[in-house]
């Protein structure tokens, strides 16, 4: 994989450039809106880009990537790629644009430890300096990282049948419910006729929308309809705070039953593999959207083995598809719901008011777990699924937006 020359190079570098890297991506993505403006407009998520998720998550995963490569040099982190491919892929992200992500990035790298790189005391070289055989060696990195994700997501996209750059496709509204105060359901049909897109329970697709700006910003949504059936349905919760979500917001207050709507082809790594081992499926708020899909699955497989639902919310009528959630686990031979809300109703067993406590869950031996919440959420979850003896190995996550645990077993 990396060169035995390079990997001294990045392991001797890797420091600084880690010190930098918060840094480094804040000008990257400076000088890449400057440059192309549409990629803001029509790609990255806005919202994201304001909070500086976005940034958090590119530094995250350089920094792993690179840290795997120099500790494992003759491997590659799969996992951690194929996890960035389907998000890409969804987005329509082009092999093209990796050249133009390595122009910025590589100038920005250059620029901050450029300026950061001065004499040592005794007039040696600072060990952040960027000398051309360092920036040979963090070349090679990025191009085994961008290589790898673009033959990935090219296998992805001959999957769903699709070009790059054309995952989209026209779909149009057949129905609408309003699940929660914030939380609506969309069920869509494609509107050329053609069959719906296979898909696996937990995948999601990206949305595209045009705004009032002329912006046209995507979103991905779980989807939450059976793989079988001729429509497609997603679960939108409403995002409002700073700043609120602007897709979500639009889809709330604009899109009806008629409305046409651009929606990418199937993608997501966080799928149920056919196995007959225990299953535990851990959610909170918007979270429990791929776990309804896996839910219906499950029931119409006829899943034997124990299923363990948890869910926590912050009260019964904030829960989206709470009444899904309850019936599809009722349809399991060996299944157990167990709810937890923070302002629970009258009746609502004091053991499951507040947050997800795992103490009084059974989790039975060689369990297979898939969490899907926030990431407070899904820390908190995972550590108690270890001290229960759950494998590392065997807990799979999906994060709604920046994947700010991709740097994490």
């Given at each position: 994989?990396?060169?035995?020359?390079?990997?001294?190079?990045?392991?001797?570098?890797?420091?600084?450039?880690?010190?930098?890297?918060?840094?480094?991506?804040?000008?990257?993505?400076?000088?890449?809106?400057?440059?192309?403006?549409?990629?803001?407009?029509?790609?990255?998520?806005?919202?994201?880009?304001?909070?500086?998720?976005?940034?958090?998550?590119?530094?995250?995963?350089?920094?792993?990537?690179?840290?795997?490569?120099?500790?494992?040099?003759?491997?590659?982190?799969?996992a951690m790629l194929g996890r960035?491919?389907?998000?890409?892929?969804?987005?329509?992200?082009?092999?093209?644009?990796?050249?133009?992500?390595?122009?910025?990035?590589?100038?920005?790298?250059?620029?901050?430890?450029?300026?950061?790189?001065?004499?040592?005391?005794?007039?040696?070289?600072?060990?952040?300096?960027?000398?051309?055989?360092?920036?040979?060696?963090?070349?090679?990195?990025?191009?085994?990282?961008?290589?790898?994700?673009?033959?990935?997501?090219?296998?992805?996209?001959?999957?769903?049948?699709?070009l790059a750059g054309d995952v989209?496709?026209?779909?149009?509204?057949?129905?609408?419910?309003?699940?929660?105060?914030?939380?609506?359901?969309?069920?869509?049909?494609?509107?050329?006729?053609?069959?719906?897109?296979?898909?696996?329970?937990?995948?999601?697709?990206?949305?595209?929308?045009?705004?009032?700006?002329?912006?046209?910003?995507?979103?991905?949504?779980?989807?939450?309809?059976?793989?079988?059936?001729?429509?497609?349905?997603?679960?939108?919760?409403?995002?409002?705070?700073?700043?609120?979500?602007?897709?979500?917001?639009?889809?709330?207050?604009?899109?009806?039953?008629?409305?046409?709507?651009?929606?990418?082809?199937?993608?997501?790594?966080?799928?149920?593999?056919?196995?007959?081992?225990?299953?535990?499926?851990?959610?909170?708020?918007?979270?429990?959207?791929p776990m309804v899909a896996m839910?219906?699955?499950?029931?119409?497989?006829?899943?034997?083995?124990?299923?363990?639902?948890?869910?926590?919310?912050?009260?019964?009528?904030?829960?989206?598809?709470?009444?899904?959630?309850?019936?599809?686990?009722?349809?399991?031979?060996?299944?157990?719901?167990?709810?937890?809300?923070?302002?629970?109703?009258?009746?609502?067993?004091?053991?499951?008011?507040?947050?997800?406590?795992?103490?009084?869950?059974?989790?039975?031996?060689?369990?297979?777990?898939?969490?899907?919440?926030?990431?407070?959420?899904?820390?908190?979850?995972?550590?108690?699924?270890?001290?229960?003896?759950?494998?590392?190995?065997?807990?799979?996550?999906?994060?709604?937006?920046?994947?700010?645990?991709?740097?994490?077993?």
């Amino acid at each position: 994989m990396l060169s035995e020359k390079s990997t001294a190079a990045v392991r001797a570098t890797l420091p600084a450039v880690g010190a930098a890297i918060g840094t480094i991506t804040e000008r990257f993505y400076e000088r890449l809106f400057e440059a192309h403006p549409a990629l803001l407009r029509d790609l990255f998520n806005r919202g994201n880009q304001a909070a500086g998720l976005q940034k958090q998550a590119l530094a995250g995963s350089i920094a792993a990537f690179a840290t795997h490569l120099v500790d494992h040099p003759d491997e590659r982190p799969d996992a951690m790629l194929g996890r960035i491919a389907h998000k890409h892929a969804s987005l329509g992200v082009t092999a093209e644009q990796y050249e133009v992500v390595h122009e910025h990035l590589f100038a920005a790298i250059a620029e901050v430890l450029g300026r950061a790189a001065a004499p040592g005391p005794n007039g040696d070289e600072s060990p952040g300096r960027l000398t051309p055989e360092t920036a040979g060696a963090w070349d090679e990195v990025y191009w085994l990282m961008a290589n790898a994700l673009i033959a990935i997501e090219a296998r992805l996209h001959a999957e769903q049948g699709v070009l790059a750059g054309d995952v989209w496709r026209a779909w149009t509204v057949v129905g609408r419910t309003e699940e929660t105060a914030d939380c609506a359901t969309f069920r869509l049909r494609p509107a050329d006729g053609a069959p719906a897109p296979a898909f696996r329970p937990g995948q999601y697709v990206s949305v595209q929308v045009e705004l009032p700006d002329g912006a046209r910003q995507i979103r991905q949504y779980s989807l939450t309809s059976a793989p079988g059936s001729e429509l497609r349905s997603f679960t939108v919760k409403r995002v409002t705070g700073a700043p609120d979500g602007e897709v979500s917001g639009h889809l709330h207050a604009h899109l009806r039953e008629g409305d046409s709507l651009r929606v990418s082809a199937p993608y997501g790594d966080l799928v149920l593999d056919a196995c007959d081992a225990p299953l535990l499926l851990a959610s909170a708020g918007i979270g429990c959207t791929p776990m309804v899909a896996m839910l219906e699955q499950l029931a119409a497989t006829g899943h034997r083995s124990p299923v363990t639902v948890v869910h926590g919310d912050r009260s019964p009528a904030a829960h989206p598809l709470r009444a899904d959630h309850a019936a599809l686990t009722a349809k399991l031979h060996d299944a157990a719901a167990h709810f937890w809300y923070e302002d629970p109703e009258p009746g609502h067993p004091a053991s499951r008011t507040g947050r997800v406590d795992l103490a009084s869950v059974p989790v039975p031996s060689g369990t297979r777990a898939y969490l899907c919440g926030p990431l407070p959420f899904m820390r908190a979850v995972r550590t108690q699924l270890l001290a229960k003896g759950v494998a590392a190995a065997d807990i799979h996550y999906e994060v709604f937006g920046p994947d700010l645990w991709l740097a994490q077993d």
